[in-house]
């Protein structure tokens, strides 16, 4: 299956955050002011540098995923749903899945979102497996996840952690998710996560496994009719 990373493009105005916990989905309320420290305006960047991809490009449906590593309901829909939405669509060629961090629900959030970039700049096959690890510890044992902790996952999936180690003590990818988050915000309109965009088409919170699967097969009809 097709998996890649590509090239950039610019976010400019800066939002603070504050997080509220709503039915099936963490929400993100943009408040115009000043965003801090993790974006610097002299960079310009896009999703090509951090999201992932599976399955073909030619696939007639593109589903957008907007995740956040401490996310609890992003870890139910990767754990319970994403097996099943792989193995029925994305393996059968019909949907192209893109996977976009969001990485605003605090250190730990930011820093698993680093560690899977940088996972995916060693093999981006490794990235949906260490994307499983880490939504079994968040599950297990919490968000408050360590440097320590998150090499070690890199490390159990195959990805050289001393690689890894390095890239974090560069702060390689800090800048560019404080950039891409603005993106999601200002630009797409997320405001929780998870949110799906399945075609054109937006969800927002943990969807219901059979209206989900329900609107993809709308769609694809809809795409071959």
Not at 3 to 13: D, E, I, L, N, V
Not at 105 to 117: E, H, K, M, N, R
């Amino acid at each position: 299956m097709a998996k890649k990373k590509g090239q950039k493009r610019a976010g400019r105005r800066a939002a603070q955050r504050r997080v509220a916990w709503i039915a099936g989905a963490v929400l993100v309320v943009a408040v115009v002011g000043l965003v801090a420290a993790l974006a610097r305006p002299t960079q310009t960047v896009g999703w090509d540098a951090v999201e992932e991809v599976l399955g073909s490009p030619d696939a007639p449906l593109t589903i957008v995923n907007y995740l956040d590593f401490a996310c609890p309901y992003c870890a139910i829909f990767a754990l319970e749903i994403e097996p099943e939405l792989v193995e029925r669509y994305v393996e059968t060629g019909q949907v192209r899945l893109v996977y976009r961090p969001m990485a605003f629900l605090g250190p730990g959030s930011l820093l698993a979102a680093q560690v899977g970039a940088l996972v995916s700049d060693q093999d981006p096959e490794l990235f949906w497996p260490f994307q499983q690890r880490v939504y079994q510890r968040l599950q297990t044992s919490g968000s408050r996840f360590t440097r320590e902790d998150l090499v070690r996952l890199a490390a159990e999936v195959g990805a050289d952690p001393a690689l890894i180690e390095k890239g974090l003590d560069e702060g390689r990818y800090r800048d560019v998710l404080g950039q891409v988050r603005r993106l999601a915000i200002e630009e797409e309109g997320v405001r929780a996560t998870p949110t799906f965009f399945v075609g054109k088409e937006k969800v927002e919170g943990l969807p219901e496994p059979g209206a989900f699967f329900a609107l993809i097969d709308r769609l694809l009809a809809e795409a071959q009719s």
